[in-house]
């Protein structure tokens, strides 16, 4: 099998090295992993930090993460991609993890997560990630889809600039089931850190509202973050 890791990243120069590293530490012998970072100029020396790390850079043509990512997939040779977050730390079984999901039917599909904190509130947020609803999903759990199935979708759709993982969950879920691994990736929880958990709560209920109603991407995308405080 050959997979290709594709990780969008603008200024994650703290995180991507440690990233980089766990996904090559955990690569069984025998298997083709390639780790592609898609890097949108950030500032703060991620690309830098990726490369030392050992993975391929590439420069993003342009900002926002549907467009690294499909950028990242025309670059990619793998016949499964796992698109990942910077700040995100995979299941060290993910290689044989994700192959076996695959050699048993299922085109697409992500983790369950967990918080690297242990506050209450956010372990029952972990825990709804176990179910199949909509408003449970999300990048941040990553996620796999063969070659075949991104090229049919025609990837990413760019002019999400916010809710893209969601999006392209929608359209998967029209053409085959997606698949819920019942394993865990630990996510940062450092957006509820520089927030509340209700206003972090009431920010998502509030983007999620404005893309069922079908509003543009840039205003959901303005909406969210004027509702937060970021690092």
Known sequence: MTLSVIIPTYNEAHNIGYLVESLRRYVPPGYLVEILV????????TAEAARRAGATVLLAPQPGR????????RHASGRIFYFVHADVSVHPDYVTTIE???ARGHEAGCYRFRFDSAHPLLRINSYGTRFRGLMSRGGDQTLFITRALFQRLGGFNERFVIMEDFEIIIRIRRVTPFFIVPQ???????K????????????????????FLKV????IARTYKAMLNYY
Do not use: K
């Open 38 to 45: 898609v890097d949108a100029n950030s500032p703060d020396g």
């Open 66 to 73: 549907a467009a690294q990512m499909n950028h990242g997939a």
């Open 100 to 102: 076996q999901a695959v």
């Open 184 to 190: 865990d990736v630990v996510v940062s929880a450092r």
């Open 192 to 211: 509820y850190e520089t927030n509340s958990w209700l206003r972090v709560q009431i920010a998502n209920l509030t983007a999620f509202a404005l893309f």
């Open 216 to 219: 543009s991407p840039v205003r």
